[in-house]
């Protein structure tokens, strides 16, 4: 979290400069960028009509170090003036992802050190589904000391210190959009394509043995912090000309999903137990795209050669994300890494050529430990195994057909699905299964859901502002952060007016309203929330309606409801609504995207299949 932050605002402050090297004052390309541009455009076309891949690209390795130069120049400026910020960040981390018995964990002292972030490797990519729309790559190494004190560690009130930083990663920057006049770029869209690598160098209590209890759990909150605000699908977003740009037009959609059938495996040692037992293998897989949450197949038992026949969708934002597929043994009390392999969406939608589902085996191989590669964490016993999975691109379109086909499981617990209208993949699933029911875990569509801000938030005393939106759709609850009351910019405020007061009587402009705003900002929130809502394949049309509730501290001030049938007509359009809650008006939006449908059949014909409904 303190890297990221760190990375956003560095960038944030560089990266109107840096765009401006690309672009002519009027906001138009020279001719011979124009050209390439084109000719890029054209061949990424070319790509998706074949199933989707990598993005073409333009390497500038000059500017990466002259953006590190001058993020060299700026760095002192920058520790002092992040400070505050990184200290919040962390602090909400461990209080929202730590177990109770941490959460009183706190950040004592933060310095960053001398070092800054080295920027390394740029690329630059228009995008093809807009022409006011960069996307930027670069790789991140920052390898520095700090001076970085925790309290609240338990037993008592410890302290922990950590005295360096290591961290590498490759990051992404959507700028959009952009604009003809100054300052060309409005907004920055930051995030990391995979989960960072991250080392911290404790001191103090981290040499006390029952450190070594703690330090795992603080080392999952810091990737669970940055998971949920700063990994792909999720995105940190910085306006540079705010009134130029609008949050929910500007917010970089999805580019579809990666629809994983895991299929079979083979060649899965029988592993040797004590008083010369062998123990066959009960093998199950996990499968993670980048920062998304880890889905797990279920277990076969039994068998050097499982057969799971289970379907995942996983969300694809970057073609840059890492698909790692993890295989284990599973016993009542323990569990066996069998090894790992992993590759990028890019790589395996480049063998993807046709528009349907592409086989491949994968060969296992040693996993090795996240902190040192050096090290091996798989038994040399445990290796051999192979696993075929079934895939395809699924891109988002503007027919929510799918959304509307989809059929809920009966009450009898059989799964019932329509043929004519089915996702490709899962006729493949159920043809090639003999119709029984498998894990599925596919969606149908997905929900966007905007929360950008809210005017005039109905609070009697600004101080007493603490203000969040929740939405409750499809029976879950999503919240955005809280934006409070900040007595430190009401305290600055207060020294600038009287230095402004001294400016008026010698005639010279003042910041009083610049000041004043700062003060207020918290009775005109801003969130700029984004929710990503999968419609999960066998859930009905959605029904009722999308409730947003205003909360200030503990209290509701109200709520309001957008219903479903309202943005479903309107076929993958943006709604956005301004909604009056409470005498406060918060502006969202709610957009629907579908994915494709097969349409050979006339008329649907639907079967209905016997299946254990807790295995879907």
Same mark, same amino acid.
């Given at each position: 979290?303190?890297?990221?932050?760190?990375?956003?605002?560095?960038?944030?402050?560089?990266?109107?400069?840096?765009?401006?090297?690309?672009?002519?004052?009027?906001?138009?390309?020279?001719?011979?960028?124009?050209?390439?541009?084109?000719?890029?455009?054209?061949?990424?076309?070319?790509?998706?009509?074949?199933?989707?891949?990598?993005?073409?690209?333009?390497?500038?390795?000059?500017?990466?170090?002259?953006?590190?130069?001058?993020?060299?120049?700026?760095?002192?400026?920058?520790?002092?003036?992040?400070?505050?910020?990184?200290?919040?960040?962390?602090?909400?981390?461990?209080?929202?992802?730590?177990?109770?018995?941490?959460?009183?964990?706190?950040?004592?002292?933060?310095?960053?050190?001398?070092?800054?972030?080295?920027?390394?490797?740029?690329?630059?990519?228009?995008?093809? +589904?807009?022409?006011?729309?960069?996307?930027?790559?670069?790789?991140?190494?920052?390898?520095?000391?700090?001076?970085?004190?925790?309290?609240?560690?338990?037993?008592? &009130?410890?302290?922990?210190?950590?005295?360096?930083?290591?961290?590498?990663?490759?990051?992404?920057?959507?700028?959009?959009?952009?604009?003809?006049?100054?300052?060309?770029?409005?907004?920055?869209?930051?995030?990391?394509?995979?989960?960072?690598?991250?080392?911290?160098?404790?001191?103090?209590?981290?040499?006390?043995?029952?450190?070594?209890?703690?330090?795992?759990?603080? /080392?999952?909150?810091?990737?669970?912090?940055?998971?949920?605000?700063?990994? !792909?699908?999720?995105?940190?977003?910085?306006?540079?000309?705010?009134?130029?740009?609008?949050?929910?037009?500007?917010?970089?959609?999805?580019?579809?999903?990666?629809?994983?059938?895991?299929?079979?495996?083979?060649?899965?040692?029988?592993?040797?137990?004590?008083?010369?037992?062998? /123990?066959?293998?009960?093998?199950?897989?996990? *499968?993670?795209?980048?920062?998304?949450?880890?889905?797990?197949?279920?277990?076969?038992? &039994?068998?050097?050669?499982?057969?799971? &026949?289970?379907?995942?969708?996983?969300?694809?934002?970057?073609?840059?994300?890492?698909?790692?597929?993890?295989?284990?043994?599973?016993?009542?009390?323990?569990?066996?890494?069998?090894?790992?392999?992993?590759?990028?969406?890019?790589?395996?939608?480049?063998?993807?050529?046709?528009?349907?589902?592409?086989?491949?085996?994968?060969?296992?191989?040693?996993?090795?430990?996240?902190?040192?590669?050096?090290?091996?964490?798989?038994?040399?016993?445990?290796?051999?195994?192979?696993?075929?999975?079934?895939?395809?691109? *699924?891109?988002?379109?503007?027919?929510?057909?799918?959304?509307?086909?989809?059929?809920?499981?009966?009450?009898?617990?059989?799964?019932?699905?329509?043929?004519?209208?089915?996702?490709?993949?899962?006729?493949?699933?159920?043809?090639?299964?003999?119709?029984?029911?498998?894990?599925?875990?596919?969606?149908?569509?997905?929900?966007?859901?905007?929360?950008?801000?809210?005017?005039?938030?109905?609070?009697?005393?600004?101080?007493?502002?603490?203000?969040?939106?929740?939405?409750?759709?499809?029976?879950?609850?999503?919240?955005?952060?809280?934006?409070?009351?900040?007595?430190?910019?009401?305290?600055?405020?207060?020294?600038?007016?009287?230095? +402004?007061? &001294?400016?008026?009587?010698?005639?010279?402009?003042?910041?009083?309203?610049?000041?004043?705003?700062?003060? /207020?900002?918290?009775?005109?929130?801003?969130?700029?929330?984004?929710?990503?809502?999968?419609?999960?394949?066998?859930?009905?049309?959605?029904?009722?309606?999308?409730?947003?509730?205003?909360?200030?501290?503990?209290?509701?001030?109200?709520?309001?409801?957008?219903?479903?049938? !309202?943005?479903?007509?309107?076929?993958?359009?943006?709604?956005?609504?301004?909604?009056?809650?409470?005498?406060?008006?918060?502006?969202?939006?709610?957009?629907?995207?579908?994915?494709?449908?097969?349409?050979?059949?006339?008329?649907?014909?639907?079967?209905?299949?016997?299946?254990?409904?807790?295995?879907?």
């Amino acid at each position: 979290m303190v890297v990221g932050v760190i990375a956003g605002v560095a960038i944030g402050a560089a990266g109107t400069w840096l765009i401006t090297l690309f672009k002519k004052r009027d906001g138009s390309l020279p001719q011979g960028e124009q050209q390439q541009q084109q000719q890029q455009v054209l061949e990424l076309s070319q790509l998706t009509n074949n199933g989707g891949g990598p993005m073409p690209h333009v390497a500038l390795e000059s500017s990466s170090s002259l953006l590190s130069a001058l993020l060299y120049q700026l760095w002192p400026h920058l520790n002092t003036m992040m400070g505050s910020t990184v200290k919040e960040s962390l602090d909400k981390t461990f209080a929202e992802s730590l177990p109770s018995a941490l959460q009183k964990m706190h950040v004592v002292k933060l310095d960053l050190g001398a070092q800054p972030i080295r920027f390394e490797n740029f690329v630059v990519h228009p995008l093809m +589904d807009s022409s006011d729309c960069l996307k930027i790559e670069l790789e991140i190494n920052w390898d520095s000391s700090c001076d970085v004190l925790i309290g609240g560690i338990p037993p008592g &009130n410890n302290t922990i210190g950590v005295k360096s930083i290591k961290l590498e990663s490759r990051l992404v920057l959507v700028c959009r959009p952009i604009l003809k006049q100054a300052p060309v770029v409005g907004s920055l869209q930051l995030a990391f394509v995979n989960p960072p690598f991250i080392n911290l160098d404790f001191t103090g209590l981290a040499n006390i043995a029952d450190f070594a209890n703690i330090r795992p759990m603080v /080392d999952k909150a810091i990737q669970d912090g940055l998971a949920a605000s700063l990994v !792909l699908p999720q995105r940190m977003f910085i306006p540079i000309a705010a009134d130029q740009c609008d949050f929910i037009q500007a917010y970089q959609r999805p580019l579809g999903v990666l629809r994983v059938r895991l299929v079979r495996g083979k060649d899965f040692p029988v592993l040797k137990k004590g008083l010369g037992m062998r /123990d066959v293998p009960d093998v199950y897989c996990s *499968l993670q795209l980048g920062g998304s949450d880890l889905w797990k197949s279920s277990v076969c038992q &039994n068998s050097t050669t499982p057969e799971w &026949n289970d379907t995942v969708d996983l969300l694809v934002s970057d073609y840059g994300q890492l698909l790692a597929l993890h295989a284990y043994d599973t016993d009542m009390m323990t569990e066996h890494d069998m090894g790992t392999v992993s590759c990028t969406a890019g790589q395996l939608l480049a063998e993807n050529t046709h528009k349907d589902a592409t086989t491949k085996e994968l060969v296992l191989v040693a996993t090795t430990d996240p902190k040192d590669p050096t090290i091996i964490v798989t038994p040399k016993a445990s290796l051999g195994g192979k696993v075929t999975i079934e895939y395809e691109f *699924l891109p988002f379109e503007n027919d929510v057909t799918s959304i509307l086909q989809s059929k809920p499981i009966s009450d009898n617990g059989a799964t019932t699905t329509t043929n004519s209208k089915m996702p490709r993949m899962l006729q493949n699933k159920l043809s090639n299964n003999g119709g029984a029911t498998t894990k599925d875990s596919t969606m149908s569509g997905l929900l966007l859901v905007f929360v950008a801000k809210l005017d005039n938030l109905p609070v009697a005393d600004k101080t007493e502002a603490a203000s969040y939106i929740k939405v409750t759709v499809l029976g879950m609850e999503f919240k955005t952060s809280v934006v409070k009351y900040n007595p430190e910019a009401a305290q600055e405020a207060d020294e600038a007016s009287k230095e +402004d007061n &001294n400016k008026e009587e010698e005639g010279e402009a003042t910041t009083k309203d610049e000041d004043q705003k700062a003060v /207020d900002a918290c009775l005109h929130p801003v969130y700029n929330a984004a929710f990503q809502i999968p419609i999960p394949v066998n859930q009905p049309p959605p029904s009722g309606g999308i409730v947003f509730e205003l909360i200030n501290g503990d209290t509701s001030l109200g709520t309001k409801n957008i219903p479903h049938e !309202l943005y479903m007509a309107m076929q993958d359009e943006l709604h956005q609504s301004t909604l009056n809650i409470g005498g406060a008006i918060l502006h969202c939006g709610v957009q629907a995207l579908g994915l494709p449908v097969t349409t050979t059949a006339a008329a649907a014909e639907t079967t209905t299949t016997p299946g254990d409904p807790n295995n879907v």
